[in-house]
């Protein structure tokens, strides 16, 4: 491969700044030195370069370290926040549904045993009113 | 000692959760993380997600890390690519801009020139900015790595075929492709 061959394809894998082309090609790297046609493929690197140094980025790294650093500074989690807390598994919030609902029953049937009679008629409203005025006794 | 013996003996600290050594890596390794991940994908929320599981990966598997194989450099950069790329499958595509981008400009930024002060001026450069974002966007996944990889990171072809497993040859193809796209649609 030609010097100005060479000098091409580097001018076009890493574009105009000598810099970033491999430490033993840098020699090659001065526009006085060029002929019209690499001189011109020079300027078209050079011009993209610079579009490309135009793609300016947001900088959130203080934010993102302060972030990080806490989340491994943090203790580890305790069986209840490991399992209960966090619900994001789909079959999580069903375990503490059916947990609940199962707790219900039971005590649901606690109730039934404890021998309370539920009741909606009118007679019995009378009677349970009149209990609670001391009427009469129960 | 030199920097990647350095680092080594950092990562070794790291590894049994030395909190001052993972601080000192995060130093000097998140911005750029940060830096590559945001222009792969152009999204603040899933940038910040890559990042924090990036070093949460060193932090959980540092004695992972070898070395003798790759700079940690390279190492956090392949953790970071291939975190985005699965993102990427998940997502299809993600949008070029964030929608808060403009309000982001004018908070800090990382290379810019400081002239945003005026709208006009600031406008300009949401402007040329979004031009640039919207070219590297439109280049295939593989080349638009590789151009970030090389151009914006700073890594040798050997170090880019590292994380990507690529021949220097075929690393010098993607790059050559994707600065000629890039030539088409902004010159």
Not at chain 1, 86 to 105: K, M
Request: glycine share 4%; hydrophobic share 40%; net charge negative.
């Amino acid at each position: 491969m030609s010097e100005q061959q060479r000098l091409i394809q580097l001018l076009k894998l890493y574009g105009s700044d000598v810099d970033r082309w491999p430490e033993e090609d840098q020699h090659l790297g001065d526009p006085d030195m060029f002929d019209p046609f690499t001189l011109e493929v020079w300027q078209e690197a050079r011009r993209l370069d610079q579009r490309l140094s135009e793609d300016v980025i947001p900088n959130r790294s203080s934010e993102m370290r302060w972030r990080i650093h806490n989340l491994i500074s943090a203790p580890p989690a305790t069986f209840t926040e490991r399992w209960l807390l966090p619900l994001t598994e789909p079959w999580r919030p069903a375990l503490v549904h059916a947990l609940i609902l199962s707790l219900g029953l039971l005590t649901s049937d606690l109730v039934q045993d404890s021998g309370f009679v539920d009741s909606t008629d009118y007679d019995d409203a009378i009677v349970w009113a009149a209990q609670y005025l001391g009427d009469i006794q129960p | 000692m030199d920097r990647q013996k350095e680092e080594a003996a950092l990562v070794k600290r790291v590894s049994s959760h030395d909190a001052d050594a993972f601080n000192e890596l995060m130093l000097r390794f998140l911005p750029m993380i940060e830096r590559y991940t945001f222009r792969l994908c152009r999204s603040t929320e899933i940038t910040e997600d890559v990042v924090q599981e990036t070093f949460l990966r060193l932090w959980q598997g540092a004695d992972r890390y070898d070395p003798a194989k790759a700079t940690l450099s390279t190492w956090l950069h392949r953790i970071a690519h291939n975190l985005c790329m699965d993102l990427f499958r998940k997502h299809q595509r993600l949008s070029p801009l964030p929608d808060d981008w403009e309000g982001e400009l004018s908070d800090s930024t990382v290379n810019g020139t400081d002239n945003a002060n005026t709208p006009q001026s600031a406008f300009e450069q949401h402007r040329k900015t979004a031009q640039v974002a919207e070219a590297l966007d439109a280049l295939p996944e593989r080349q638009r790595s590789v151009l970030l990889l090389s151009y914006f990171q700073g890594f040798s072809n050997q170090e880019i075929g590292t994380i990507h497993d690529l021949s220097i040859a075929a690393v010098e193809s993607l790059l050559a492709r994707a600065r000629r796209n890039l030539t088409k649609r902004l010159l």
